[in-house]
């Protein structure tokens, strides 16, 4: 089993910045493969960032340049450092993990079998 926590969304100005974590716990070969996504209401889930067991990364177009994923495998924690936030980035943001995630796969909810229950993020303008 898999237990995946999420931690530090809250609300900031357009500009401001945010850094979000995820501690993991359980299998831990179940979170070799982790990344975030975001979801607001009425839409589907959109893939933000994923970072693989050897650190290999990848960044939604929308986030390149402001968005950086990374991952503490001492603590088993992951990491969304989100700056120059725009309104446009409030969103539920998600943690999701799974042991293998082909490459192609890597941005889609489909990819992934663990999730956290989420922390929300909301950007004024």
């Known amino acids: 089993q898999v237990q995946l926590v999420e931690s530090g969304g809250g609300s900031v100005q357009a500009g401001g910045s945010l850094r979000l974590s995820c501690a993991a716990s359980g299998d831990a070969y179940s979170w070799d493969f982790m990344a975030w996504f975001r979801q607001v209401p009425g839409a589907e889930r959109e893939g933000v960032a994923s970072?693989?067991?050897?650190?290999?990364?990848d960044h939604a177009d929308s986030v390149k340049g402001r968005f950086t994923i990374s991952k503490d495998n001492a603590k088993n924690t992951l990491y969304l450092e989100m700056n120059s936030l725009k309104p446009g980035d409030t969103a539920m943001y998600y943690c999701?993990?799974?042991?293998?995630?082909?490459?192609?796969?890597?941005?889609?909810?489909?990819?992934?079998?663990?999730w956290g229950k989420g922390t929300q993020v909301t950007v004024s303008s």
């Open positions: 970072i693989d067991r050897d650190g290999t990364t």
């Open positions: 999701a993990s799974h042991f293998l995630v082909p490459r192609a796969q890597r941005l889609r909810e489909a990819g992934y079998k663990y």
